[in-house]
């Protein structure tokens, strides 16, 4: 008669063989550190860029107080996310809106900037509440890498040339500051009150504004954020 092993036994067996197993495997075939997991997410390799007043000449950050990017209210939406930091930038009618982003990154990569967005600003769709919203995203000009996108909203008298996929150099005119009619989507009384709303948003992590009072004065090399950045989450100072 042949007798049955018990399955306590059993399982000792399949247990000692298991750990013998292991210590006489190739060391090719020990087990491998864990990858990183989809959640990590590495700095760009293309590095940061500066990102500069959207409006040609003088202008002013926030000339009322109302407007900080730490609480200003953010409105577009890139990638399925809503963007990163807002804030207004004031100049009376007719100044020139250009490109808020710088033409190199800090690790020295050309960066090439292309319109991807063109449509009415106000959820209305009617231009005179409120203008263009001109979306815009910059890549690594040598590996196609894209870093962040910004919309620039309430711009008047936008050239028949500014239109989606067109590529934009820092001086390219996106149109104009302008005065729209009072509106919920446009809260100004005044031509003291034209603005370009901002908003900028990364493609990875978040990008940064660089904090500063209320109706602080700038030019066309003032730095007022960077993206590319790693910051943890929206609103953040650089």
């Known amino acids: 008669m042949v ?27 020990a087990q491998q550190p864990a990858a990183p997991s989809e959640s990590t997410v590495q700095p760009l390799a293309s590095g940061t860029i500066n990102m500069y007043p959207p409006i040609q000449g003088a202008s002013t950050w926030d000339r009322f107080g109302l407007t900080p990017p730490s609480s200003h209210h953010r409105v577009f939406y890139n990638w399925g996310y809503l963007n990163d930091w807002s804030v207004d930038i004031y100049r009376n009618p007719g100044g020139t809106v250009v490109s808020p982003f710088g033409t190199t990154t800090s690790t020295g990569q050309p960066v090439n900037v292309r319109v991807v967005t063109v449509a009415a600003g106000c959820a209305t769709g009617n231009l005179a509440d409120g203008g263009y919203r001109i979306g815009l995203e910059a890549t690594n000009a040598n590996t196609g890498e894209v870093i962040a996108r910004a919309d620039v909203m309430h711009v008047a008298n936008k050239p028949s040339n500014i239109t989606v996929g067109a590529t ?7 149109g104009e500051t302008g005065r729209f009619r009072y509106s919920s989507c446009y809260q100004v009384n005044g031509d003291s009150g034209a603005h370009i709303h901002l908003e900028v948003i990364n493609r990875t992590r978040y990008s940064c504004y660089i904090s500063r009072g209320a109706n ?16 943890s989450g929206p609103q953040q100072a650089c």
Do not use: C, E, H, Y
């Open 168 to 174: 934009v150099g820092p001086w390219t005119k996106l």
């Open 216 to 231: 602080s004065a700038l030019t066309d090399l003032t730095v007022i954020g960077r993206t590319g950045t790693q910051n």
């Open 3 to 29: 007798r049955l092993l018990s399955p306590v036994r059993i399982s000792l067996g399949i247990m000692l063989a298991t750990v013998l197993a292991f210590l006489l495997a190739p060391a090719s075939q």
